[in-house]
């Protein structure tokens, strides 16, 4: 971090926030979206959100109680059957005037988003509009929702086939993404004719309020979307998956959560869509571009200060190249600048809170100790705010831990390898299956490469995948079904089939 970067920082840490800042958060409704109204949780409880910058609190929301968990559950069971009934273009009308609002209120919501979570302004106003898409998206989509009619093979009985809404879900989202986690699902539920109840992460419930907000000004019925934000996170989610009473639940989070869950599903046998942790391989071949290769390795490390389930998590490169690309890579990470999200030209905010910055210190500590170098970056600085400055190390063995850890930071572990077989399956050594990345400019090999990676998505010689039009999930650890696509609404509905008699 920069002397003035750091200086600034400690202003606001003394400070406070700014005039537009305070506006911003001030304007956010901090209670619960239960049946179409903001509520009080039971009791008046609140807790406390930081912003990660300085480590001070900059609000107090809603802390849902169990009881008030099952109020939001009941009004999305209470809402289902009209909302069922409403039709297509009515709910693609619904998720177009959802998409202008959020772009209309990018600005805002972008500086929300920084504050609570940390990323850099332009990212978050990224987020914001890859977010909004989502409801572009599948506003076309609600109305491609198909069937089909056919002869039964032996003649007579004819098989219509139609498809309906799940019924009420339940949709649990992570802070590093908080506004695009939430309309990932939020978008394909109201597309398919879903109710929900919506639980964001507790660092990040800012964000999601202000979707609440946006989804009641596009005129979303009441009990259709409804907000629980909380710090006991199992306490209040437990027992609503449990009851049955919603029909299925959509997570993002950590593989070691997302396994509890499915097993809490498994008694009344929810449908389920699981997006979970990752442990990207980024492979760069000797006959890559290697500024492409760089470019690419720092888009897939830095996006979200590598605080993402895609982030290269191992980088793999040829051993006659693996020189000249720690060069690249250390220089083009050291030029970026660490700071709060919010000034001007900080490109690398802080990690999101303390734990996050331990583990990343931790892995850090364990890969020099087993024989890494580190090129650039190490060490954590000073001063308030979990800040962790963009780091490169080389040689990390096999064995290291962050070899088979999601770092979820910004450090970029190489490590050299000589033969296609072998990067394979290095590549394939782990429990995760997210997404890998391939640099090579010999097509066969790229597809070759990308047919033996076991991943549910593939970059080739491109840094970035998420796309809303593109289906975005995991094989292995890393998750069950897909979100975005033609087949991200298909997790929402059911088929019924209906024989008939002729
Ligand atoms: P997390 O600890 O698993 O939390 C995710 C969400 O689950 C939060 O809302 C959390 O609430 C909630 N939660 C935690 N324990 C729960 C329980 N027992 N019952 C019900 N809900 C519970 O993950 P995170 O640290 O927020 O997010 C980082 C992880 O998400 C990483 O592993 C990352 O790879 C993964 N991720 C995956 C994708 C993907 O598409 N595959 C996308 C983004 C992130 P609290 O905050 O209140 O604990």
């Not at 968990?69 to 959802?98: I, K, N």
């Not at 088979?404 to 394939?428: C, Q, R, Y």
């Amino acid at each position: 971090m920069s002397t003035d970067t750091q200086a600034t920082a400690q202003t606001q840490t003394e400070g406070g926030l700014s005039g537009r800042e305070q506006q911003v958060v001030d304007q956010v409704e901090k209670r619960l979206l239960v049946g179409g109204r903001w509520v009080d949780a039971e009791g008046g409880a609140t807790f406390e959100v930081d912003d990660p910058a300085t480590g001070q609190v900059i609000a107090s929301v809603a802390d849902a109680t169990p009881a008030d968990g099952r109020r939001a559950l009941d009004a999305a069971v209470a809402a289902q059957a009209d909302f069922a009934r409403t039709t297509p273009r009515e709910r693609a009308d619904l998720l177009l005037r959802a998409h202008e609002l959020l772009m209309e209120r990018q600005d805002d919501l972008a500086l929300l988003m920084t504050l609570e979570m940390g990323k850099p302004l332009a990212e978050a106003k990224g987020e914001i509009a890859y977010a909004a898409e989502f409801f572009r998206h599948f506003s076309g989509e609600a109305l491609r929702i198909d069937g089909g009619y056919q002869t039964a093979p032996a003649g007579g009985a004819r098989f219509l086939v139609t498809k309906q809404p799940v019924g009420p879900c339940l949709l649990i989202t992570p802070w590093n993404f908080p506004m695009a986690m939430g309309t990932r699902k939020i978008g394909p539920a109201l597309a398919a004719g879903c109710t929900s109840v919506v639980k964001p992460a507790h660092q990040t419930p800012l964000s999601m309020l202000a979707l609440g907000q946006v989804l009641q000004d596009a005129g979303v019925p009441d009990g259709v979307v409804n907000i629980v934000t909380c710090r006991d996170a199992g306490g209040v989610m437990e027992p609503l998956i449990r009851s049955g009473d919603a029909r299925k639940l959509s997570f993002t989070g950590s593989t070691k959560v997302g396994k509890v869950l499915l097993e809490q599903c498994a008694d009344k046998v929810l449908r389920t869509s699981m997006e979970l942790g990752g442990n990207a391989p980024f492979i760069v071949f000797d006959d890559a571009d290697l500024d492409e290769a760089v470019a690419g390795a720092m888009q897939a490390k830095m996006r979200n200060m590598g605080e993402a389930c895609t982030a290269a998590n191992r980088i793999y490169v040829h051993d006659n190249v693996i020189q000249q690309f720690g060069e690249k890579l250390s220089a083009a990470m050291a030029q970026l600048e660490v700071g709060r999200g919010t000034d001007d030209g900080v490109q690398v905010g802080p990690l999101v809170d303390e734990a996050g910055r331990r583990k990343v210190i931790d892995l850090l500590a364990d890969a020099t100790g087993r024989g890494a170098t580190v090129l650039t970056g190490g060490e954590a600085p000073d001063g308030p705010g979990w800040f962790f400055p963009p780091t490169v190390l080389t040689g990390v063995p096999g064995e290291a831990r962050m070899a088979h850890e999601e770092i979820f930071g910004p450090v970029a572990p190489l490590t050299p390898f000589s033969s296609e077989d072998e990067v394979i399956a290095a590549a394939n050594d782990t429990p995760y299956g997210l997404v890998a990345y391939v640099f090579t400019n010999d097509l066969r090999r790229g597809l070759r490469v990308a047919e033996a990676l076991e991943s549910g998505m593939v970059g080739l010689n491109q840094g970035v995948v998420s796309n809303p039009a593109a289906p975005f999930g995991g094989i292995k650890e890393s998750g069950l079904g897909r979100e975005g696509g033609s087949v991200g609404i298909e997790e929402f509905l059911e088929i019924k089939y209906v024989g008939i008699a002729m």
